[in-house]
């Protein structure tokens, strides 16, 4: 792959965008915000890949993987005015049915082609499947990490902003009731990530974003989550109880252990 090739990625995808305009302000307000989560994933994808890959084909790839991952939001909303996949499609898989219909990738060689139409397939996926060659593999884990490092950030500034100029689809529709699910924050104590399946509200919704931290891979990312204050950050908008500050120190301690290049397997 070359700057060439990601220069035409990046005119098609603004093209690509432009269709998605909306004279409704809450509308315009979703689409702008997965134009801004684009741009920022970029920037997180390649940090990591630069502090992980020694050759510039690799970044260019990791950058192109950033620029298209969620190219399926697009259409998913223009459809279903959600995104929201388990009441409307999966924007992993839409994403990479789009890149094929339109023959985005054309130019590139087949491998390459392969690695980045099953990264965004799978960026979104609960686990990577198991049957992805080494190399994808890689790409996989490193869009998953600067996926979620964008969406902490996106939530924390949705949470500070007034109810009614939030982009709408963004908690997709759980009610902001009191309280949280005692499920997952246990997913904490034990150390694994949450499933969407379980929340029941947007207090549950920032639990799960925290049990995201269990799903990072690479000591470059867990060194931006700790830059970043995340973890201090969303916990600001949780209750201000005993076990929200236990699991919040929980948290602490496993992000500082990992940026130091600690094993997950020896915590």
């Known amino acids: 792959m070359t700057e060439a090739d990601l220069a ?4 098609w995808f603004s093209e690509f965008t432009c269709r998605y305009r909306y004279d409704d302000i809450n509308d315009q307000r979703n689409i702008t915000l997965k134009e801004r989560h684009t741009k920022n994933v970029c920037a997180n994808m390649l940090e990591i890949a630069r502090a992980h890959f020694s050759n510039s084909n690799d970044i260019l790839l990791a950058e192109a993987i950033a620029l298209f991952h969620d190219t399926g939001r697009f259409p ?38 392969q690695l980045i139409i099953q990264s965004v397939k799978y960026h979104n996926a609960y686990k990577i499947p198991a049957n992805q060659t080494a190399k994808t593999n890689d790409f996989l884990r490193m869009i998953r990490d600067a996926d979620k490092l964008d969406i902490w950030d996106v939530f924390i500034e949705l949470f500070s902003l ?11 529709g759980f009610p902001d009731t009191d309280g949280c699910s005692d499920g997952l924050t246990q997913c904490i104590h034990d150390k694994k990530m949450g499933n969407l399946k379980d929340v029941r509200s947007v207090n549950d919704y920032k639990i799960l974003l925290l049990t995201w931290i269990f799903d990072i891979n690479y000591e470059k990312s867990f060194l931006l989550i700790e830059d970043r204050s995340y973890i201090a950050r969303i916990s600001e908008y949780l209750p201000q109880n005993d076990d929200i500050r236990q699991i919040t120190a929980e948290l602490a301690v496993y992000v500082s252990k990992m940026a130091a290049g600690c094993s997950a397997l020896s915590l």
């Open 162 to 172: 007034p109810e009614d100029q939030r982009a709408s689809a963004a908690t997709l």
């Open 8 to 11: 035409q990625f990046k005119n």
């Open 76 to 113: 998913q909303y223009d459809k279903y005015r959600t995104f929201k996949d388990a009441a409307s499609v999966n924007h992993g898989l839409l994403g990479a049915q789009t890149l094929l219909q339109e023959q985005v990738l054309a130019r590139l060689p087949e491998e390459e082609r």
